[in-house]
């Protein structure tokens, strides 16, 4: 596997420290670089970097993920190991060591796109088989003492917030069994006017900014402040004006795909 392929554009790795703050992110966009998803997720993680952290990306695009089979083996081996043999081998290791986990994906249907819950299914052996009760709610004991922490950095198709709702929900259950912190969910509403942005004469570079400030904050403060999350997701155009935007760009899209068989 071709390491480089997971590079973040333009970066480069900076070279481990004793107390580096360690981030894998994972991106489930099939567009990988060329997405919606990575024009949040891009000046996040640089954000990060410039501030001191040892950043690695991987796209689910590149990997090769075989679905949970569901035998819990992982679970009640010592090691941990899944029994088969695929690109979680490497990538479950590195989440373990890893202090934060950012997963990038667009919204598909009301959630993440079906890769990146492979991807997360795969990271089951960070608990293990026994459960106990934490904070007052049954989970699984986790497999490490560290806490590690959790963003979730996303777009959509759709013009409200509230389009998130269930897969920010979806994340902070995750954190909460997997012996993690929920940090925070770096969201873009109408997330498909990024890329044209420029072209409609909107301002996207305070968005892309704040993108940026929240890796700051996040490798600095170990948390992302709420007004720098506000700034990321605030209106980019009034809802009304946005149909009559995508209606025209899908009208085209549909015009032009639309004829074959
Ligand atoms: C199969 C599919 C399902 C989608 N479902 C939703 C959805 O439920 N809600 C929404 O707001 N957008 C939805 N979208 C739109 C994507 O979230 C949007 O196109 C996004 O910008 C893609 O991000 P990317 O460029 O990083 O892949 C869907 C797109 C596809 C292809």
């Known amino acids: 596997m071709n390491h480089t392929d997971h590079q973040a554009p333009g970066s480069s790795r900076i070279s481990g420290t004793m107390n580096q703050l360690k981030?894998?992110?994972?991106?489930?966009?099939?567009h990988k670089d060329n997405g919606n998803t990575a024009l949040i997720l891009?000046?996040?993680?640089e954000g990060m970097k410039e501030a001191g952290?040892?950043?690695?990306?991987?796209?689910?695009?590149?990997?090769?993920?075989?679905?949970?089979?569901?035998?819990?083996?992982?679970?009640?081996?010592?090691?941990?190991?899944?029994?088969?043999?695929?690109?979680?081998?490497w990538l479950v290791?590195?989440?373990r060591d890893a202090d934060v986990l950012v997963f990038a994906s667009p919204i598909y249907t009301d959630g993440v796109t079906g890769p990146m819950k492979m991807v997360i299914d795969r990271l089951v052996p960070l608990i293990t088989m026994p459960i106990e009760v934490h904070e007052?709610?049954?989970?699984?004991?986790?497999?490490?003492?560290?806490?590690?922490?959790?963003?979730?950095?996303?777009?959509?198709?759709?013009?409200?917030?509230?389009?998130?709702?269930?897969?920010?929900?979806?994340?902070k259950a995750i954190a909460r069994n997997i012996n993690?912190?929920?940090?925070?969910?770096?969201?873009?509403?109408?997330?498909?006017?990024?890329?044209?942005?420029?072209?409609?004469?909107?301002?996207?570079?305070?968005?892309?900014?704040?993108?940026?400030q929240a890796g700051h904050e996040l490798a600095i403060t170990g948390t992302?402040?709420?007004s720098t999350l506000d700034a990321i997701s605030r209106d980019l155009l009034p809802r009304d004006q946005y149909m009559i935007h995508v209606n025209h760009v899908c009208a085209g899209l549909c015009e032009r795909l639309g004829n074959e068989n």
């Not at 891009?42 to 993680?45: K, Q």
């Not at 004991?141 to 959790?150: G, L, N, S, T």
Request: glycine residues 6%; contains cysteine; hydrophobic residues 45%.
């Open 93 to 95: 290791p590195k989440a």
């Open 23 to 30: 981030v894998v992110a994972i991106n489930a966009s099939p």
């Open 180 to 212: 993690a912190e929920f940090v925070g969910a770096l969201i873009r509403p109408h997330g498909m006017l990024m890329n044209q942005a420029m072209e409609l004469g909107l301002a996207v570079d305070e968005i892309l900014s704040a993108a940026r």
């Open 136 to 171: 007052g709610h049954c989970r699984h004991v986790p497999r490490d003492e560290k806490v590690r922490k959790i963003v979730f950095a996303s777009n959509c198709g759709l013009w409200e917030k509230d389009n998130f709702d269930p897969a920010i929900a979806h994340m």
């Open 42 to 45: 891009g000046p996040f993680l």
């Open 53 to 89: 952290a040892e950043v690695q990306i991987f796209y689910t695009n590149n990997l090769k993920v075989n679905p949970c089979r569901g035998d819990v083996i992982c679970f009640c081996r010592k090691s941990g190991r899944c029994i088969q043999s695929d690109d979680m081998d």
């Open 224 to 226: 992302i402040a709420d």
